[in-house]
């Protein structure tokens, strides 16, 4: 095969009837299963349009699997997402660690912040 630029590539689909877009700013693509999400973080997406349909080439670095059976749990006890990520990054636990901790706490961060540093500390 012949190594071919980008431009000459793009070229090349274009006589070929290929358009070939590239989508810019993208901050995360989510693909969802019965069971799960598959989140991939600062993708590179290309979209490649040809008669009337397009295809979608997503190259990701990073990507999470989240479970959708957690997701509805931490979404019926009262905090969000965000709220787990939250105590993550500040309680320098792992993402179930924090869930738990969360559930104890009836969704309150501080309060759930506070169970990790007195774990830590031996009081619990």
């Known amino acids: 095969m012949i190594p071919l630029s980008p431009r000459e590539l793009k070229r090349t689909l274009k006589r070929l009837g290929i358009n070939v877009e590239e989508l810019n700013d993208?901050?995360?693509?989510?693909?969802?299963?019965?069971?799960?999400?598959?989140?991939?973080?600062?993708?590179?997406?290309?979209?490649?349009?040809?008669q009337g349909q397009k295809v979608y080439q997503i190259i990701g670095r990073s990507e999470r699997v989240v479970d959708k059976?957690?997701?509805?749990?931490?979404?019926?006890?009262?905090?969000?997402?965000?709220?787990?990520?939250?105590?993550?990054?500040?309680?320098?636990?792992?993402?179930?660690?924090?869930?738990?901790?969360?559930?104890?706490?009836?969704?309150?961060?501080?309060?759930?912040?506070m169970i990790i540093e007195e774990r830590r500390l031996g009081r619990s």
């Open 26 to 50: 993208v901050s995360a693509v989510i693909l969802e299963t019965k069971d799960s999400e598959i989140i991939i973080e600062e993708p590179q997406v290309v979209v490649f349009t040809s």
């Open 69 to 113: 059976k957690e997701f509805t749990e931490i979404s019926q006890v009262g905090f969000s997402e965000d709220d787990v990520n939250f105590v993550v990054s500040q309680g320098n636990v792992d993402r179930e660690v924090a869930i738990q901790v969360l559930k104890e706490a009836g969704g309150d961060i501080a309060k759930a912040l």
